[in-house]
């Protein structure tokens, strides 16, 4: 049996950590603060709860192969449910698309609402995405890359220069296009000039799976996470901060703590590498991408208070760019939003809001805001990954296997990226290369 530690309670080590488990590793997890989670949890202010991370998710797959190969099935766990409407786009010259997910047809009507031929524009520039990500999915996401025994298709995807941004200007005359098509990388802090191409897919995972919530808040993912780990028999330890990785002869020996060495025969580093000097030299050249600001609000409603009528997610868009979510715990009659935003903020973020027709300030009851800086000081780095240095900027990234022995990463900042399903899928990067208890790769 192998004695495994993770360092990080995000999703992505939750995931780690469980899988492992599950093969019969004995696992120890160390996270800094005082609960799991990471950006999968709970604001919680006077009554409100708010997601403090990401409130929906693409390939509710990954997140059911995670929970039906660690334990339970994810349905007598958490009720993932699917969204409708993806979200709602507002534009600056006063048009509006109401994006559907889970259907070519549904959006394909949708775009043509913007114009006659846009609605064939774009399910042409979705459907072009098709075979990137089935290539994705065989070569980089579900197993762990291998430049000398990967097709040619692969790497050739890998060193192509062309950045997003080009090909969307190429593709796309009408700008508003453009800016469905890139806002969730925008929203996660990238520059569209530096996304290599096939970043873009997201549009094709949006149109194909849907986007999926959690009643109430994603939170309730992270908390049923931390029950299987429990499940599991993990060492769970909180309040463990890992300052650096001890190396004997070359490979990784233990994990060095605040309290103390923890040993370890493999280690799974879940968190921003720059945080432990011995993975640090090898990312140096990296930039992490900043969260966005945010602004919880608890808001009334009631006689003279009516709150506008917003699907669960409504994106703004200008300078600032402003997105609206919806969704939160509030008590009876009242409302849990969040605002984020992206862009040269120069007045308050509530106030440049009501300027672009959403007002929500004489409604606010209690109020929760959070600038990157603080986001980024309670999860310990930022829960965006790494931010795309240019199109050919992938193999910056570190996972599953690393340079050091017997240390693999995985999370947002590992090479399959930020967001929820993409740490899932790294976890399971990370399970698929260490293998069962009885067998060693590393």
């Not at 999703?11 to 950006?39: N, Q, Y």
């Not at 996470?225 to 001890?246: E, F, H, I, K, P």
């Not at 923890?262 to 879940?270: I, W």
């Not at 600038?371 to 965006?384: E, K, M, N």
Request: charged residues 25%; aromatic residues 6%; positive net charge.
């Amino acid at each position: 049996m192998s004695r495994v530690v993770v360092v990080g309670g995000g999703f992505g080590g939750m995931a780690a950590a469980a899988r492992l488990a599950k093969l019969g590793h004995d696992v120890t997890l160390l996270e800094r603060s005082p609960r799991l989670g990471g950006a999968l949890s709970t604001v919680e202010q006077d009554g409100f709860a708010w997601d403090a991370g990401a409130s929906t998710t693409l390939l509710p797959a990954v997140v059911r192969d995670l929970f039906r190969k660690s334990g339970r099935p994810l349905e007598r766990e958490v009720d993932l449910q699917p969204l409708d409407l993806v979200r709602e786009h507002r534009f600056e010259d006063g048009t509006s698309l109401a994006l559907p997910g889970g259907s070519r047809a549904a959006q394909l009507a949708a775009f043509e609402t913007l114009g006659a031929g846009l609605g064939h524009q774009w399910v042409e520039h979705v459907a072009s995405y098709g075979e990137t990500w089935e290539l994705l999915r065989r070569e980089w996401f579900e197993r762990a890359f291998d430049a000398d025994v990967a097709p040619r298709e692969m790497t050739s995807l890998l060193e192509s220069r062309e950045s997003l941004q080009k090909r969307l200007r190429r593709t796309f005359r009408d700008e508003r296009l453009r800016l469905v098509a890139g806002h969730r990388l925008v929203m996660d802090g990238h520059h569209l000039r530096d996304v290599p191409v096939f970043a873009g897919v997201d549009v094709y995972l949006e149109q194909r799976f849907g986007a999926w919530t959690v009643p109430g808040g994603l939170a309730a993912l992270g908390a049923a996470m931390a029950d299987r780990l429990a499940l599991r028999n993990v060492d769970v330890r909180t309040g463990a901060s890992a300052t650096d990785l001890v190396l004997r002869a070359g490979r990784v020996a233990a994990v060095r703590t605040d309290d103390g060495e923890v040993d370890a025969d493999l280690v799974v580093v879940a968190i921003d590498p720059r945080r432990l000097p011995a993975l640090a030299t090898y990312v140096r050249r990296t930039t992490p991408a900043f969260p966005p600001v945010v602004c919880h609000v608890g808001l009334a409603g009631g006689p003279g208070l009516e709150l506008p009528d917003l699907p669960h997610e409504v994106v703004v868009h200008g300078d600032p760019h402003i997105v609206v979510r919806t969704g939160g715990r509030a008590p009876d009659g009242a409302a849990a939003w969040t605002v984020l935003a992206r862009g040269r903020l120069v007045e308050d973020l509530l106030t440049a809001l009501a300027r672009r027709g959403i007002d929500l300030r004489r409604r606010v009851i209690t109020r929760r805001d959070r600038s990157p800086r603080d986001l980024v000081d309670a999860w310990g780095g930022s829960p965006h990954g790494l931010q795309w240095a240019g199109p050919r900027s992938a193999g910056t990234r570190l996972g599953p296997r690393t340079p050091i022995a017997g240390v693999l990463a995985a999370g947002a900042h590992a090479t399959t990226g930020s967001g929820l399903p993409f740490a899932g899928l790294s976890a399971a990067l990370v399970a698929e290369t260490v293998g069962r208890a009885e067998r060693r790769v590393l």
